[in-house]
T-cell receptor, first 114, second 118 residues
Framework: DAGVIQSPRHEVTEMGQEVTLRCKPI?????LFWYRQTMMRGLELLIY????????DSGMPEDRFSAKMPNASFSTLKIQPSEPRDSAVYFC????????????FGSGTRLTVV | AQKITQTQPGMFVQEKEAVTLDCTYD???????LFWYKQPSSGEMIFLIY??????QNATEGRYSLNFQKARKSANLVISASQLGDSAMYFC???????????????FGAGTRLAVHP
């Protein structure tokens, strides 16, 4: 099992540019979560999906952020336009309804907006 | 109000000694779960241990144990026989019950940075 795969590992972009973060969950997992980690706010849940359907996006900071899950093996988190305050580590995690204790995190994408 | 509080920003311990990382939580749910994660310098989040609110015995996983004191709302992580590789950030997290709508929302504490000295 390759685990949760996120790409890219690092992203540096200029303010105003569109940024797309990608996530491949563990095969068979029916929940997918996007988190953001900053020094100031710690780890925050942005949005989560169940069976590809967004369930709760109350953590998405503003309309510049959007997330999609077109199929069970792929999700994207898009920021458009990006701002310096979006600089953070973004984690994707997945889990199964049958064993949600084992919520597996990806290695994260470190985003820097300059 | 903070739902998960980790009062120790940093801790250090001598190799082979035991260390306790503190975590207190706040919830009105009867059913909830408590987690500990390790984040080494490489950045990934590694699940360590889980305690359900109805579990009567403290959870243990190898050198990790969770000292669960329900009345005090505390869920401290105990690492026995510390190793150099235990140096990392440690996060306590809580999942609340189905009724409150928090079942799928892991709420994390601010973390404790542990340094293991040789």
């Amino acid at each position: 099992d390759a685990g949760v795969i996120q790409s890219p590992r690092h992203e540096v972009t200029e303010m105003g540019q569109e940024v797309t973060l990608r996530c491949k969950p563990i095969s068979g997992h029916d929940y997918l979560f996007w988190y953001r980690q900053t020094m100031m706010r710690g780890l925050e849940l942005l949005i989560y999906f169940n069976n590809n359907v967004p369930i709760d996006d109350s953590g998405m900071p503003e309309d510049r952020f959007s997330a999609k899950m077109p199929n069970a093996s792929f999700s994207t988190l898009k920021i458009q336009p990006s701002e310096p305050r979006d600089s953070a580590v973004y984690f994707c995690a997945s889990s199964s309804i049958y064993n949600d204790i084992w919520r597996t995190f990806g290695s994260g994408t470190r985003l820097t907006v300059v | 109000a903070q739902k998960i509080t980790q009062t120790q920003p940093g801790m250090f311990v001598q190799e082979k000694e035991a260390v306790t990382l503190d975590c207190t939580y706040d919830t009105s749910d009867q059913s909830y779960g408590l987690f500990w994660y390790k984040q080494p310098s490489s950045g990934e989040m590694i699940f360590l241990i889980y305690q359900g609110s109805y579990d009567e015995q403290n959870a243990t996983e190898g050198r990790y144990s969770l000292n669960f004191q329900k009345a005090r709302k505390s869920a401290n992580l105990v690492i026995s026989a510390s190793q150099l590789g235990d140096s990392a950030m440690y996060f306590c997290a809580m999942r609340e019950g189905l009724d409150s709508g928090g079942y799928n929302k892991l709420i994390f504490g601010a973390g404790t940075r542990l340094a293991v000295h040789p």
